[in-house]
Each structure stands twice: as structure tokens, then as C-alpha cells.
């Protein structure tokens, strides 16, 4: 339904930095893509550019089967929910849900029908006329995004839709989101630097770098299966090694690690996933020093320094009556089946 | 109160875009002010000008003409616009050239010579254009000290009568007069002590005059409404001058309006310390409405504009046949013998005679 | 999937840069065009006028002019008095600007109003009032045997009188816009008050702050009457002299230069306050101005609260009562024998009634009015837009900025003559046409509506449009949507400026007056330089009604300004 293709976008004209180099990217029907990315991968670009409010250097987008080159921002159709909600504030809660409505020459009576009916939706029942200085940021969240459904948009984007929100109500209204659009059936394209956001709302995850697309599939495939070192370390998993795959095992300086048969072979970032690394006594295996140990609610993280200081540090996951104290030492076995070979 | 704003907002910007756009466009009043259509004629004048309703809509009934005003200032201000505007004026007759100002009226050949009829009815001394007739005389009126009647009564001393009684001790301390760089009254007074003294006599005489505590403010409504014990103003202020450089018909004017009407009116005229203003007018070279020009110069020194001169404008008419209205015989006084300078010479030495007064007074 | 060849994206971008560049150069067709017609052409043909013979230009004379030590003293003084009452305005008025924003206090809209009356007031009727202030028998002299007319201190006060306004509405307009939580958060980060207020509120009022100083400045520099009034026939200003060479000696050559170093005074001026406030102007947080007033708690705010209101008293209350108290009173007891005078056509001053300059007055202070909003509001909305581009065209905009002020800056007989000698061939031969006069008070008008509405415009978050514009609303919707409602109130005050300005402007009035049109300040000024107790009662009175129709005028706008539907 929405398509890019090639585009970029350089900032302070063809010499300047580069935005977006060359993006291809597919949103189908009623499908949620998150794009995934830090801050200035470009993301927040991407959305612009699909709304209209950034012009392309390259590259064409297409919604449906229309070319948007051309197309003025206020005539695409697309919902856009800006990071910090940019609600109207000489207007009130229904005045600002109404607003795409009027824009588009609904009639009241229905316009009021549809505020009604989209403060509901987002929880907040006849808050229509309260003023918009009086929301709590939660509320305003949800203002702003009965706002943007309003009008019914072919596309909605989500720019760090819950950034603002503190953890427990982020968690909650990620569910409610998830739960909403799947009722809606809206196709959504939403951009977050948080990755348990975007694994819990997306169909598909997109994860940016430098202003290129580094991996897309779902949360499963690029949890499970990174696609290179940048993506392993932005998703939060920082047991990454370089080594080179012969066979069905690898040398690294953690010493030779058992990777899954059918690994690609030669000279590879390889990424052993925390539950991967097994604590054994200090006598078999590779050699550690208990750094750290920090406490993760149902498991204990346990970071580990190898006896070669050069060596990059790792990280373990232990059942809480099993892990080391801080400056025990440790040995360290690799379990082949979460090892990962990165691209 | 929503519904009538947003319409009042429509009707605003409509009427600025539409204002802005004739503007732009030129606007057609303007063309048709400068009088293309012979029914107008424009005469162009100075702020003070006025007349009575009646006796211009008489004029323009008779002549057919429709009298467009437009005022430009004061006299010296549409002067120079006359003399910027030369070939291409505003209007067709300029009323207000003073002989302060004929000089370089004339010399820039400003006026079609036109003699007006009726000029015979109008004593020889003031047409100081004599038989060029670029200008007609209109009318007179004199810059003299006025001096507050009751101040002078209760201290039990003479007002002063002449320019050498304004340096005697009895009277230090006691004038008001105008800045002579900006204001006509005061410039007025300056020439007079140069008509009275000389070229050379005047500075020594403004010497002593400064050294009896004259106070100079910058123009006549300060001097009169503030600093004059005699005026209306000058009384609510508590104004302690009661000498003023002012004009010879001021005193029947503090008359004016007064109810129950007074003996005689609270201000006099120092009779010895006037200068003669005469006031002309001038058919403009290019009008385009020569006839009506002519014609309006005609009814300017015609018998019914000259009576009612007077109490319109508050200075005297110059035709023989013109008659003073009551208050001005009743509450005025004869000024005999006023000072003059021959306006070419004012010309050649107003502003030296300016600058020199400014050293000498101001600082 | 091919991919779009390089050269048709690039042309697609490069036509959006255009049309945005086109949009904006649009914007100011209007403005540039106002400019250059009623403004830049007659200055520089009256200029040219004066100085070229021939084809030669005889700069010479500026070099004279400038070694004249006459014209040294004036120029000197003018400028000294100049950032001295723009000083001393800001220093009294910054005060007001706070309390009229924040505190709630009944009476505040009248009161308002009320502090812009002396701004329509012509010089002669304010010299009268202040004579009565500060002069022989005044309050001063009553109280403490101080007398300050005739000293500069007279002449400073009298323009504090005047541009108080200028200072409480477009600072306090701004000001009563800004979140409070900002400043109460750095308090909560340790900040005390004051350093709150210098940290946060002040960079955010700053180019306010500037553009106000900068019309004090201007209004001052140009100041003529109050200083020869108050100051007497020694303290002369620039423009005194530039209107004694032009008007009265015709010395258009002595003219000319003067204008040129009045130009380059300004000109720096206008550069100082471009530096200044170049990169202050940000994006403000901006509330609903109704919710950040409240009532004043506490000593600290109840005194300054009670501080304002005593300035406000004995520098405006007291001179306009004087005035008031002597139309009331004619030579027998107390009563309205002068306002019944000018109903009637007797007196002579006039072919009509004087009553009728009332209505004379309103129509030529609409049309000024609707003409400087048109104008400025076009010219605001294009320099808002030329923050985001760069380039040359952003540049050309930005300097057209500081052009737009130079009217306040440059002498009025100066305009006046110029118009002479260059509106007078059809089509535009305007010389004697009424229009002039609305359009000659534009000119000044256009600043006020520029200053007021730019630094709320800019302060507009571009994000929110863009809000707007994602919801469906074209460029002219977005403005009228999002900017309006948030400048809705700068924009009052900005029309509020201009008629204010145009209502009590004398200079373009005095230049094309019609007998049988003439304005509140023309009939006034004609009143006053007649003899005679009826006519300076008459003009007392009419100088009531002067400010009683600007009060009114402005009570009512300040009714539309507390409408709050949010919508226009």
C-alpha cells in the first residue's frame, strides 16, 4: 500500500548530510511496520517525507498505486501523530479531534458524531470540551491520537508515539494500541528508538541506520536472527565477538564457539545470546572474572570479563540462586543453539 | 458575537485589499481635485484660512464654480509646496503669500499675472506688487504686543506703548514672544525691531530687551495659552507674563463667546510695536481652471468676502468699501503707523537676521 | 522496480524551492510594492531634489552640513535624548508591561486603554498638560517647588508619557503568551526570582523586548513638538531643523543632508537592534494569554501592582485630567458650554461643526488602520516564512524587515514633500486626493503591525502547522488556523497601534487638510492657535473627545480580544 523506492534525502542541499540514502521500503494493507532506529537514522526523515512535509532529493513514493511526487502534504491523506502531540492549544480536547474533519468539509452534526465516538475509543469519554493545558501527558497522548484517526486516514504514522510516557502506562497503551489498530484494521507505520515498543506493536520491525535500512521482518526474525553487529548491539544484546566460522564451529578470541550447522563460513561477527552462555567451574572452559551482577526481576544478568583483558566482556543469564557474587571467578561454555553468525 | 466578527474581519481586509489596490492604481479623486473639469476651482491655502459657509456657497451659485479647499500648513509650508509643485500645481489660486514670504513667491514665478477686478477699491500702499498683478493684496493684520489689562491696573503702572518702552526697568520681566526660526508671530516681532532699528540698530536693542528678561518659547500657542496672564489659557495655567507678542485683533477675540459681553475686552495693543503682515493671492501658473481662478481672486477682494474677513480669519480687509464689524470696532484698536520692510529685503536678510537673533537670544 | 531517474526528482525538488520562494516573494508583493511607491520613491526624489544639480550630486553639502557645529550640538542632542527616554521608558514601563500580563486586577482593560490615549494626542494638548504637571503651578511645583519645564527632564518624561503604551502592549502582549511553568520550573531548579526571570523570561521577551525599544527609539529620535514645547526654543531636534530647512526655508540642499544623516542614525540603529535580536527570536511555548493572568499575592506583588498603578496616575491620569478639568470649565462655575460650542458652526474656525472631525477622524483611522494591517500582516507573514530558507531570497526578505521601520525614523515633512514632487502625475497623482492622508499614517501604522505580530509569529511552532497541514489544511488554512488564533491578539494590538497612530496623527493630516473635513488634531491645532477663551475652551474639549473616542475605540477591540471562541 505504501511504497518507497530509492529515496533520499540530502539535508542542506546535494553536499549536505545525508537523511535517507536510497530507502526501499513496503507498508502492505492493514499491516503495522515499526521502523526502529537511534536518533538521527533517519527515521523521524522518512516519516516526513511520507507526509510530505520533507521533499525528496530522490527516489519516488508511492501510496496505493499514486505517485506522491507532487502531491501537497495537506492533500495525501496520511495521519501523522507528532513526538510530543502538537496539539492545538487556543482549542479544546473535541476541537482539536475535529480538526482533520473540518478540513475536509465534514458535516458537524457527523463531525461531532465521530469526536464522540473516537474519545471513546481512545478512553477518554466526553473529555470534548476540556482544555488542552488540563491533560495529563497520557491523555494528551491519546487526544492527539484520536486526532489523527479522525479524518480516517489511509496511512496512520506513529512518531515515538508513547517517547513521552512514563514505563507502566507506556506498557499499557502499547496493548491497547496493538488491540486498537487490529480492530481499525489501520495500516500503520510508526518510528521508535525504543525496541520493546516496536517488538510489541509491529507486524514487522524496520531497523535504520546512518539513514540505509540495516534489517526488516518481524520481531521474531530480527530478534532471533540479527543481521549484522550494529542491529545485535541497538537490540540490547552485547555478547558480539568477530571470528571466523569453519564448519561447524568458530574461532574467536573467547575461544572456539559451537554455531548452528548450516552457518555461514569465513570471517563473521558472531552474536552468543546471554541465555547462550553457560557458567561452569572455573576450571573448564574459558576462564572469567564476575564484574557485575544486576538484577533483571527473573533472571540475574551476570557480566563477565575474560582472563585476557582484551577480550570483549560478556554477559550471562542466571536463575537468581545460581549466580556468582562480584569478583568470583568463573568458567564460561557456549551452547551452540543461540549462537547466532552475523552478516 | 463569533459570527459578527468574522464578518466585520471580512469587510476590513476587503476595504484594506480595495484601498490599497486603487492606491496602487491611482486613485481617481485625486484627479479629479486638481480640477479637470472647469465646475471646480481649487484654491490652496494655509491651516488659518476660513470663511463663512454661506458666503462661499453665494459664490459658488453665482459663479457656478464649486470651491474645492485644500490646506496645505502654515503659509511657508505652502509656499515651498507652490514653489516644489511649480508648472504642475495643486490647485488654481494660492491665498496666503505673505510679504514675508513674496519674495520668493514671485521670484520663482509662481503666478500668472491676473488684475483682479475691483482692485481700485484697494489702497495703493499694500499692493506692493504694484502693476505686475501676480498678486492681489487680500488682507492685513498686525504683529504687536498685547498686554493684559487687568495686571497692568492692579500694579498701578502704564502698559507700555512702544518697542523703547518694552527696555524700561518698570516693564522687566513681563514679555513673552516666539521663537523667531520657527514662528511666524515671532518673526514678525524680529522685524520689527529691524524696520524700527536699522540693520545695525536691531541686535543692540534685542541685547537690552534680553537683559529686561524677555522669555522666548517656540511658538504662539505656548506664548499665548501658557505664558500670557491675559489669555483664557494663560489663566488656567497660571501664566505671570502680561506682555505678549501676539496680534492687533486678539483682544476682540478673547471677547468672542463671552457671556455677559464685557466693557472692553481684557487684552490691549501696544499701538507702537506692530508689524504689518499683508496677505495675497495669486492666480498658479498651470492652473488648470484659469477662468475660475480669476474668478475666485475677484471674489476674495470682493465686498462680501472682505466683510466677512474679519471674524472668519481675525485680520482687517483691505477694500475701501469693506466695513469692520462691530467687535472689532467696539474692542480693537487702530493700529496708525505699523513698522514694514520692503519684502525684498527680507528676502536677502531673513535668514542671517535669523541666525544672528538665534545666537544672540538663545544661548 | 526502476528507480526514479536523478534529474526528475531534482527538478521536482527544485520546483517545491521555487514555488516556496514564489509563495513568499507573493507574500510581499504588496508590502514592497507600499514601500517603494509611498515611501522609498518620495524620499529619494525630494533627496535627490536637494542635492543634485544637474547630473552631479553635490555631496559636498553633507560634508558642510556635518561640519557645522550648530547641526553637530543638535545632532548630538537628539540622539542622547533619544536613547535616554528610550532608556527611561523601558526602565518604567517594563513594570507595567509585567503587571498588565500577569495580574488580574479589576479595571485592568479600561485602565489599558486608557495608558494609549496620550499616544493619539497631539503635541500642543499634551504640552499643555505637561506644563500643568511639571511647570510653574504644577503638581511639582505644588508639592515641592520643582519646577522642570524647560529642563530635559520635562522632555524625557513627556515621551515616557507618550510611548508607555508602546512598551505595555507589544511587551506585555507577548508576555501574558509565555507558559509560567517555565520560569517556576527554574525556579524549582534553584533559581530565585529574579535570576528566573533573567534566564528564562527575559531571552523570551528579548526581541520584544528590542522591537519596542527600537519604536521608542525611533519615535523619540523623530520627536519635534514635546521638545520645543517642554524643552523651549534651545533644545532643537533633527527633525525640527530638517522641517525649518524644508518647510519654511526651502533649503532643500541643507534638507537633503540632514535626511542622509538622520538615514545613517537610524540605519545604525536598526543594524544594532538586527544584531541584537538575530538569533533570540525562537519558538516560545505559547498558552492561552487568559490563563496565565491571576490576582497578585503577597506584599512583593501587591506593592508593585500598587507601583504601576501610582506611575500610571501621576504620569498619565493627572496630565489627561487637566485637560479634562479645563474643557469642563468655562470663566462662570463649572459646566459643558464648550462641548455644546462645538456642536454649532459659529465660532468660525470651520466651515462645520467641529463635532463632525470626530467622525472624520474615525473613518481616516479605519481606512489607516486596514490599509497597515493589510500591509504589515502580509509583510509579517513573509518574513515569518523566511526563517526556514536560506539563500539569497531569505536575505533579501530579512533585510526588507528593517526597512519597514525606516518610515518611523525618517522625518514626516520629509515623506510630505517627497509625495509632492512624485505623486503628482496621473494615475497617481495623489497630492490632493484624501487617500494620501490614510496612507501617510500607513507608513507608520506598518511597523507597529510588523513589530507586534513577528515576534508572535515566530514563536509559533512550525510543527504545529505541520500538524495542521498532515490533517488536511492548505497553506492559507494552516495560517488561518494555527497562526491567527495565536496572533489574534498580537494582531489587535497591532490594529489597535495603527489606529491609535493614525487617530491622533497630525503631520500627513495638517499636509492635505480640508476645511470641510477636518480631524480631531487638525481641529484641535486650529482651536489653539486662535485667541480667545471660546476657542481654547473648545479645544480642551475636543481634546476630551479625542481621547475618549480612542479610549472607546480600544475598549472595544479589547472586548473582541477577550472573546475566546479560538476562532475568527
Known sequence: MLRLDGVSVRFGGPAGQTALDAVDLDVAEHETVCVLGPSGSGKSTLLRVVAGLQATDRGRVLLGDRDLAGVPAHRRGVGLMFQDHQLFPQRDVGANVAFGLRMHHVPRAEQDARVRELLELVGLPGAARRAVASLSGGEQQRVALARALAPRPRLLMLDEPLGQLDRSLRERLVVELRELFGELGTTVLAVTHDQGEAFALADRVVVMRDGRIAQSGTPLDVWQRPADAFVARFLGFDNVVPGTVSGEAADTVWGKLPVPPGSAQGHHDLLVRPAGVRLVPATDGLTCTVTARTFRGTHVAVHLQPEDTSAPRLEAACALRDAPETGDRVGVAFDGADVVVLG | MKISFRRAGTVVLCGALGVSTLAACGGSDGSSASGEDSKTVTLVTHSSFNVSPDVLKDFEKQSGYKVDILKGGDAGEVVNKAVLSKGNPQGDVLFGVDNTLLSRAVDNGLFTPYKAKGLDRIPEDVRLDGDKHRVTPVDTGDICVNYDRAYFADKKIEPPKTLDDLIKPEYKNLLVTENAATSSPGLGFLLATAAEYGDQGWPDYWKKLKANGVKVVDGWEQAYNEEFSGSAGGKKAGADRPLVVSYASSPPVEVLGVKPEPKEAPTGVATGTCFRQIEFAGLLDGAKNEKGGKALIDFLISKRFQNDLPLQMFVNPVADDAELPELFTKFGEQVDKPLTVDPKKIAENREDWVKSWQSLVLK | ?568
Open chain 3, 1 to 568: 522496480m526502476a528507480v526514479a531517474g536523478p534529474e526528475v526528482a531534482e527538478g521536482a525538488r527544485l520546483r517545491k524551492d521555487v514555488r516556496g520562494s514564489a509563495l513568499r516573494l507573493g507574500l510581499l508583493v504588496v508590502p514592497v510594492a507600499f514601500f517603494a511607491v509611498f515611501f522609498a520613491y518620495p524620499v529619494a526624489a525630494i533627496v535627490a531634489r536637494g542635492l543634485k544639480v544637474g547630473d552631479t550630486w553635490r555631496l559636498g553639502r553633507l560634508a558642510d552640513v556635518l561640519a557645522d557645529p550648530d547641526l553637530q550640538h543638535v545632532l548630538w542632542f537628539t540622539t542622547w535624548q533619544a536613547l535616554a527616554s528610550t532608556g527611561l521608558t523601558l526602565l518604567v514601563a517594563l513594570p507595567g508591561a509585567y503587571v498588565f500580563a500577569r495580574f488580574d486586577f479589576p479595571g485592568k482593560q479600561l485602565l489599558r486603554a486608557v495608558v494609549t490615549v496620550p499616544f493619539v494626542l497631539p503635541t500642543v494638548v499634551v504640552g499643555t498638560a505637561f506644563l500643568a504637571l511639571l511647570g510653574r503651578g504644577g503638581v511639582l511645583d505644588a508639592l515641592w517647588g520643582l519646577r522642570l519645564d524647560t529642563t530635559v527632564w520635562a522632555i524625557l518624561l513627556a515621551h515616557v508619557f507618550f510611548n508607555y503604551a508602546v512598551v505595555v502592549r507589544t511587551v506585555g502582549g507577548l508576555w501574558a503568551q509565555l507558559d509560567p511553568r517555565q520560569e517556576e520550573a527554574a525556579r524549582m531548579l534553584g533559581a530565585s526570582r529574579f535570576a528566573a526571570w533573567r534566564k528564562v523570561t527575559l531571552p523570551a521577551l528579548g526581541p520584544a523586548v528590542a522591537g519596542a525599544a527600537l519604536m521608542v527609539f525611533l519615535f523619540t529620535f523623530t520627536s519635534f513638538g514635546v521638545v520645543q514645547i517642554l524643552g523651549g526654543p534651545t533644545f532643537t531636534t533633527l527633525e525640527a531643523e530638517i522641517y525649518r530647512q524644508t518647510a519654511q526655508l526651502l533649503a532643500l540642499d541643507t534638507a537633503a543632508a540632514l535626511t542622509l544623516v538622520q538615514f545613517a542614525a537610524v540605519g545604525a540603529i536598526l543594524a544594532v537592534h538586527a544584531w541584537t535580536v538575530r538569533r533570540r527570536e525562537s519558538a516560545l511555548k505559547l498558552v492561552d494569554a487568559a490563563q496565565t493572568a491571576r490576582r497578585p499575592q503577597g506584599t512583593v506583588q501587591w506593592a508593585l501592582l500598587g507601583g504601576v498603578l501610582l506611575t500610571v496616575l501621576l504620569l498619565i491620569l493627572v496630565p489627561l485630567g487637566v485637560l479634562v478639568e479645563r474643557s469642563l470649565h468655562p470663566s462662570a462655575g463649572y459646566g459643558l458650554d464648550y462641548f455644546r460650542a462645538l456642536t454649532s458652526v459659529d465660532s468660525g474656525a470651520f466651515l462645520v461643526p467641529p463635532i463632525e472631525a470626530i467622525a472624520n477622524s474615525l473613518e481616516y483611522a479605519l481606512a489607516a488602520t486596514a490599509i497597515a494591517v493589510t500591509v504589515g500582516g502580509l509583510a509579517a507573514v513573509a518574513l515569518t516564512r523566511s526563517r526556514r530558507g536560506g539563500g539569497a531570497v531569505g536575505r533579501i526578505v530579512r533585510g526588507f524587515d528593517a526597512l519597514l521601520m525606516l518610515p518611523l525614523g525618517v522625518s514626516a515633512v520629509t515623506v510630505g514633500f517627497g509625495f509632492l514632487i512624485t505623486l503628482d502625475e496621473p494615475p497617481l497623482d495623489l497630492r490632493s486626493s484624501w487617500i494620501l492622508v490614510p496612507l501617510a499614517q500607513a507608513l507608520v501604522g506598518v511597523p507597529f503591525v510588523v513589530r507586534t505580530m513577528l515576534p508572535v509569529l515566530r514563536a509559533v511552532d512550525e510543527r504545529l502547522r505541520e500538524a495542521a497541514t498532515v490533517l488536511g489544511a492548505s497553506p492559507w488554512r494552516v495560517w488561518r488556523e494555527v497562526d491567527l488564533p495565536l496572533v489574534r491578539r498580537a494582531l489587535l494590538v497591532a490594529a489597535g497601534f495603527a489606529f491609535a497612530v493614525s487617530l491622533g496623527e497630525f503631520g500627513a493630516t495638517v499636509f492635505i487638510a480640508r476645511p470641510d473635513q477636518p480631524t480631531l488634531p487638525v481641529a484641535v491645532a486650529t482651536l489653539l492657535g486662535r485667541a480667545g477663551e471660546l476657542n481654547y475652551g473648545q479645544a480642551m474639549a475636543l481634546s476630551t473627545l479625542l481621547m475618549l473616542v480612542c479610549a472607546v475605540s480600544l475598549l472595544l477591540l479589547e472586548r473582541i480580544r477577550t472573546d475566546r471562541t479560538g476562532e475568527f
